[in-house]
């Protein structure tokens, strides 16, 4: 392929230059970045439902999902006339000028920039302040089975229709489910995500031995409902779009009378536009009747008077007035050191740019510590995606919550052990 390729493509009345449309994003199955751009142009119309209007980070992945991704909030200095920006402040207090999608074109230039997924804020941008949607992301830990995510998920529809909030849901493209909820315009936030907290905690208690709340990895069992994605600043892949998965897997949208028979492997770049134009978009109809918060702020409100404070906030934001403490003061190091006591016996073996990395150092010390991996069940690894300046690097560690005490191994440096601050440097 010449390095200087490039097609031109027509989209509802703009020309979008695609450059490198041979370039392979998806190597398992040969899908290339023009392949993944057809995929956005036959879906478009359902897409720009779910995300017009909205400002959006870009996540590029410039050599597909077999290479490096990072995160982009900034819109290119360089871009055509037509490419909408707006101005959005973080909790950090920093700026960015983000991009808004408001035509299809916009989506396919975003996508020719090597973003395989669609990541808006639940926000328009007329309006930044005010959330228009509340969105719920179950996500279970290793080794739970499909069928009880769905369990939670129709759990968290009962809950939410208690509240009068009518939801919709769809497959996350990767393990789990996303159910959103449109809302009117008028709170905050910190409000709305007051407000999926307090679902959270009613779907956990409608359903214990299904579904946490807990924030921290270590305490979660079951299917973890992430109130925190409707903190500011963060984003959820939009319905309709490919995740970096091997088989270009869609986050896909559906109604609840078919999301117990859905299989999320079934849903992919090749076999979506062929299904929309079947059974047409489900979630066509969400924003003929926006929903209120209120029952659901009174629902946070009685449980704060039964003793439940807020929860903990993603390590970024500023500590909030009633947040539990998110670090505890170490007992090796001394009170105040600012260093969390995790409440399982938790050990960090690898740390990497890579994921797959991260996973060859699991797989060194499990060989190293045959006996203790023995005795580890699925949820006893967890592996975090953690969000730096600019880019994810991985994390890999075990609770060894399952192996006695005299047969844990002693605790080693980090193989390998990526420092993450050199992105802050």
């Given at each position: 392929m010449?390095?200087?390729?490039?097609?031109?493509?027509?989209?509802?009345?703009?020309?979008?230059?695609?450059?490198?449309?041979?370039?392979?994003?998806?190597?398992?199955h040969g899908y290339t970045k023009l392949d993944l751009i057809r995929y956005y142009i036959a879906v478009r119309e359902a897409a720009m439902r779910a995300v017009g209007g909205r400002p959006v980070v870009l996540r590029r992945f410039v050599d597909g999902?077999?290479?490096?991704?990072?995160?982009?909030?900034?819109?290119?200095?360089?871009?055509?006339a037509w490419i909408e920006t707006v101005t959005l402040t973080f909790p950090s207090g920093r700026t960015a000028d983000e991009v808004v999608l408001r035509h299809p074109a916009q989506l396919v230039?975003?996508?020719?920039?090597?973003?395989?997924?669609?990541h808006p804020h639940p926000v328009r941008a007329d309006d930044l302040d005010h959330p228009d949607e509340l969105r719920i992301d179950l996500d279970p830990v290793p080794g739970v089975e499909w069928s009880q995510i769905v369990d939670v998920a129709y759990v968290t529809r009962e809950s939410l229709d208690a509240l009068g909030l009518r939801s919709f849901p769809k497959t996350s493209g990767s393990r789990g489910i996303h159910v959103y909820v449109r809302i009117e315009p008028r709170w905050g936030f910190d409000d709305v995500r007051r407000a999926a907290l307090a679902v959270a905690r009613?779907?956990?208690?409608?359903?214990?031995?299904?579904?946490?709340?807990?924030?921290?990895?270590?305490?979660?069992?079951g299917v973890f409902l992430d109130y925190n994605q409707n903190a500011k600043d963060r984003t959820v892949a939009a319905a309709w779009s490919v995740r970096p998965t091997a088989d270009a897997r869609v986050s896909m949208p559906l109604d609840?009378?078919?999301l117990g028979e859905a299989d999320p492997a079934a849903f992919t770049l090749t076999t979506v536009p062929d299904r929309l134009a079947s059974d047409g978009d489900r979630w066509e109809r969400m924003d003929e009747a926006p929903c209120s918060l209120e029952a659901a702020l009174d629902l946070s409100a009685e449980h704060e008077q039964q003793g439940l404070g807020d929860a903990p906030w993603p390590p970024h934001f500023e500590k909030r007035p009633g947040e539990p403490r998110r670090v505890q003061p170490s007992k090796r190091r001394g009170k105040g050191t600012g260093r969390r006591v995790p409440s399982a016996p938790l050990v960090t073996v690898a740390q990497a740019k890579k994921k797959a990395d991260a996973l060859a150092g699991l797989d060194r010390?499990?060989?190293?510590?045959?006996?203790?991996?023995?005795?580890?069940?699925?949820?006893?690894v967890l592996v975090d995606q953690m969000r730096g300046r600019s880019s994810t690097w991985t994390r890999?560690?075990?609770?060894?919550?399952?192996?006695?005490?005299?047969?844990?191994?002693?605790?080693?440096?980090?193989?390998?052990?990526?420092?993450?601050?050199?992105?802050?440097?």
């Open positions: 010449a390095k200087k390729e490039r097609v031109a493509l027509e989209v509802d009345g703009r020309e979008v230059v695609v450059t490198s449309p041979r370039k392979v994003y998806f190597p398992a999902v077999a290479g490096e991704d990072f995160f982009q909030k900034r819109a290119p200095a360089r871009r055509p230039w975003t996508v020719n920039l090597g973003c395989i997924e669609v009613d779907v956990e208690r409608r359903a214990p031995k299904l579904a946490t709340s807990a924030w921290w990895k270590e305490e979660r069992h609840w009378g078919s010390w499990k060989t190293r510590h045959p006996a203790a991996a023995a005795r580890l069940e699925p949820a006893d890999v560690r075990v609770n060894l919550r399952h192996v006695p005490a005299r047969e844990r191994p002693p605790p080693e440096a980090p193989d390998p052990d990526y420092d993450p601050g050199v992105e802050w440097r």
